[in-house]
């Protein structure tokens, strides 16, 4: 799709506590600005945990275009696609319009506190 962005990375950090350090913030969670950054980075570190002790082979990728429609995981594994939204609360997210659009046979799945469970482990 020409409107992707085909170089993009994001960095995750195994110890949250380390990301913390760096930005000099151990405010608890309901004085924080950041806690959706806090948990996907927690549920993407426990995914690549579990990709690695069950031996779940997988590209994985962050998918964003150029207006700033992004899904924020996503494993291309046994000849597909599969789409991972990551969100504390379900219902504060809408699913991307482009994602549907350009990959219609691609599996999607919004991942949040109801679910993550199965996710990571």
């Not at 069950?54 to 594994?77: A, M």
């Amino acid at each position: 799709m020409r409107k992707e962005i085909a170089k993009m990375q994001r960095c995750y950090f195994y110890d949250n506590g380390i990301r913390n350090s760096l930005i000099n913030n151990f405010n608890p969670l309901h004085l924080r600005n950041d806690t959706g950054e806090l948990w996907e980075n927690y549920i993407i570190i426990e995914r690549l945990k579990k990709q690695r002790y069950q031996g779940i082979w997988s590209n994985n990728y962050f998918w964003r275009t150029y207006n700033q429609k992004e899904i924020d995981w996503v494993e291309e594994r046994e000849g597909k696609l599969f789409g991972y939204e990551i969100k504390m609360i379900k219902d504060k997210y809408k699913e991307s319009k482009e994602w549907k659009e350009n990959y219609d046979n691609a599996l999607y799945q919004v991942i949040c506190r109801d679910n993550y469970l199965s996710f990571i482990t």
